[in-house]
């Protein structure tokens, strides 16, 4: 019973093509986040929505956009990839802020050739 | 392409032993801890947690020990299984409420 769903699983694309990554949850949780994560390293928080309001962190690059049009689904938009783009990009929810445990879906794996 | 990721702490543990990882955190004020359980090419996946006015707590197969004073966490998996292989990960919320991870431990089942 998938909870956090991230489509596609696997993503290729060329330099410069943006792509969209999309998540979905059926768990009715407030918060979403997206995470980048490379190899041998731990996830690196990119942005949440905690319901409507968008939180950027200060190191995210411009680059990196998301949509959430409502509860249950969430974007992630690279306008403009680069090589070092390439990761693993991981949603999750959970109900309420940070201190709540997060849920994270299987990922989707990006290629950027 | 991707850029060389960093050499994670491994630990290889006989099948069927038990398995301790630890972990160091930073921040006296962080009050909830977490383990997270990564197998190659999925999300991390919740083990279990602890709130800071706890020293311990067990869940099925796993306890993880909470010692405030010197910072350290610690998880404990009983009778390892080849299932267990993963990279796990400790994370603690700080005033801020924003996960922070530590750095991984790969753990590697010998059969």
Not at chain 2, 55 to 78: E, P
């Amino acid at each position: 019973d998938a909870m956090v769903i991230q489509n596609p699983r696997y993503q290729v694309t060329q330099f410069g093509k943006p792509v969209t990554l999309s998540c979905s949850q059926t768990l009715n949780h407030n918060v979403m986040y997206w995470y980048q994560q490379k190899s041998s390293q731990a996830p690196k928080l990119l942005f949440h929505y905690y319901d409507k309001d968008f939180n950027n962190e200060a190191d995210t690059p411009d680059n990196f956009q998301s949509r959430r049009p409502n509860t249950s689904f969430c974007f992630l938009d690279i306008r403009s990839p680069g090589l070092g783009d390439a990761a693993m990009y991981l949603c999750a929810t959970s109900s309420q802020t940070f201190g709540d445990t997060q849920y994270f879906g299987p990922g989707t794996r990006l290629t950027v050739l | 392409g991707e850029s060389v990721g960093l050499h994670l702490p491994t630990l290889s543990v006989q099948e069927g032993d038990n398995s301790i990882i630890n972990c160091a955190y930073s921040n006296s004020a962080s009050d909830y801890f977490i383990w997270y359980k990564q197998e190659s090419g999925k999300g991390p996946q919740f083990i279990i947690d602890i709130r800071s006015n706890m020293d311990k707590r067990q869940g099925q197969r796993v306890t993880v020990l909470l010692n405030k004073t010197v910072k350290h966490l610690s998880l404990q998996i009983a009778a390892t299984q080849p299932g267990d292989s993963a990279v796990y990960f400790c994370a603690e919320t700080d005033s801020n409420y924003q996960l922070i991870w530590g750095a991984g431990t790969k753990l590697i089942i010998k059969p």
